[in-house]
């Protein structure tokens, strides 16, 4: 008797579960690398200190301890991030991104400053945060604008190396419909870069967990909270659409809705775009598009 063949939520849920255990794998190492290089980064810094104070000051390509990490990113890139075709949008609808990728919250409505609060926990290192960062960007830049947004690459020894990013460390939104609060937790090469919260930490620890996600995936990031309504979990889309690809690449092909990262990254920012619309009372209607209202219906 043959195999039956696996069903496309199968090969998903495959996927995501090997993903999420090379993720956990990475995330030992990197502890690791941490907790053994700590001294000698204190010792780098030191010295690093005394040759610049030696040479009489001046400045260095290398961003500083409390400035953006990565390069600016061009103004080209933005452009297409911010700008994607809402027939783009409609003719990909989900695209490929994985089934339940946006899974429903029931808690105390998350809000600051009298509006809806989206809270972002990820790390620059991460490749599924960089995924899911070309998504969330897009959705977000239907509802705002940011500014500050610089360019990086994932960790070059985790799974999907250096894949082409943006980081939301630094950068500035603004919208009258939502609030954005992003914590990259760590740089690119696994350092600390920014600290969560008590009250983040504690709705990472309530949602980014079982009955939410598997007892395996417990603790994934990116971890996306949409008001205490809807929440995502790890990459929403397979990262590996983005390898081998400059920022420009990626960006330009967002508006194509046959490119396979459209499907993912478009795909994931318009049911993040459904989540959003929940959020604001489908406010406003140039981003609840038709489309989008359908993927809302969707949502549960």
């Known amino acids: 008797m043959s195999k039956a063949t696996p069903t496309r939520q199968q090969r998903a849920r495959e ?136 360019g990086i690459h994932s960790s070059s020894t985790d799974v999907y190396p250096n894949t082409p990013t943006l980081t939301f460390y630094k950068s500035t939104y603004t919208s009258k419909y939502l609030t954005f609060t992003p914590v990259e937790t760590t740089t690119m090469n696994s350092a600390p870069l920014q600290k969560a919260t008590a009250a983040q930490q504690a709705l990472l620890k309530k949602y980014d967990a079982p009955p939410y996600v598997p007892s395996q995936a417990k603790g994934a990031i990116p971890f996306i909270d949409f ?30 809705p046959s490119s396979p990262i459209s499907q993912g990254a478009v795909g994931a920012a318009n049911l993040i775009t459904a989540a959003l619309c929940k959020l604001t009372g489908n406010q406003p209607a140039s981003a609840c598009t038709p489309a989008v209202l359908k993927l809302e219906a969707q949502l549960r």
């Open 15 to 150: 996927r995501i579960a090997a993903q999420q255990a090379a993720e956990r794998r990475a995330e030992t190492r990197r502890r690791l690398f941490i907790t053994g290089g700590s001294v000698l980064a204190v010792i780098v810094i030191v010295v690093a200190f005394v040759l610049v104070k030696s040479a009489g000051g001046g400045s260095s390509p290398t961003p500083t301890a409390g400035g953006p990490t990565g390069t600016p990113l061009p103004a080209s890139v933005i452009r297409d991030i911010t700008s994607v075709p809402a027939s783009t949008a409609a003719t990909v609808g989900k695209g490929t991104t994985i089934p339940r990728a946006v899974v429903p919250l029931s808690g105390t409505p998350l809000t600051s400053g009298g509006k809806p609060e989206v809270l972002y926990v990820g790390a620059e290192y991460c490749p599924f945060c960089a995924a899911e960062r070309w998504a969330m960007a897009v959705a977000l830049s239907r509802f705002g604008t940011f500014s500050g947004l610089h």
């Open 227 to 256: 008001g205490n309504k809807f929440m995502i979990s790890g990459a929403s889309y397979n990262p590996q659409v983005l390898q081998g690809k400059t920022w420009s690449e990626v960006a330009s092909s967002l508006s194509d």
